[in-house]
Nanobody
């Protein structure tokens, strides 16, 4: 069982930066694929970024070059550094964990989800 708690969301001006954190419980954090997803108002939840236990990373096209996912296994924490934020990045951001390193952009492989943290980018 894994419990996930996100933090770091807030209000930022366009062009600014935020770093989201996701703290995970459990002793096997290092063996999980960790993902970030987001849901904007009136839209479906979508994939943002993921990192496997072997440090393979994947990003959705719209955030490449601006967002960076990283993990600290000693702290059971995964991060999402978000730079050059745009109005369209406004969403609730969710952290998720999966015990697979395949198809990591698919929501259905993630069995554990956090409650989400709001990111609002003002234009």
């Amino acid at each position: 069982q894994v419990q996930l708690v996100e933090s770091g969301g807030g209000l930022v001006q366009a062009g600014g930066s935020l770093r989201l954190s996701c703290a995970a419980s459990g002793r096997t954090f290092s063996r999980y694929t960790m993902g970030w997803f987001r849901q904007a108002p009136g839209k479906e939840r979508e994939f943002v970024a993921a990192m496997t236990w072997s440090d393979t990373t994947v990003y959705t096209d719209s955030v490449k070059g601006r967002f960076t996912i990283s993990r600290d296994n000693a702290k059971n924490t995964v991060y999402l550094q978000m730079n050059s934020l745009k109005f369209e990045d406004t969403a609730v951001y969710y952290c998720a964990a999966a015990d697979s390193e395949y198809n990591i952009i698919w929501q259905r492989i993630y069995g554990y989800w956090g409650q989400g943290t709001q990111v609002t980018v003002s234009s």
